[in-house]
């Protein structure tokens, strides 16, 4: 995965580095590295869809849930 990718899913993730570090129990030096100095590792980009994908269904259960909940 491209700097330009990792950047743009973690701005639709509404995440910076430091935060994406924090949520993996990372060292935040190692993801600033991504891209410049390392790789980026391979399941980045499947993890950051998928945490996009269960925010937005987050949102779609809290928005439905008073008007299904008895």
């Known amino acids: 995965m491209e700097l330009s ?4 899913l973690l701005k639709k993730a509404g995440l910076n580095k ?3 570090a924090e949520l993996l ?3 935040y030096n190692t993801v600033n590295a991504w891209g410049s100095n390392n790789n ?3 399941w980045v980009e499947s993890w950051l ?3 996009i ?3 937005d269904l987050e949102t779609i259960i809290n928005t439905i849930k008073p008007y299904i909940e008895k």
């Open 5 to 8: 990718r990792f950047k743009e």
């Open 18 to 20: 430091k935060q994406f």
């Open 25 to 27: 129990n990372m060292q």
């Open 40 to 42: 980026i590792p391979v």
């Open 49 to 51: 869809e998928n945490y």
């Open 53 to 55: 994908k269960a925010k």
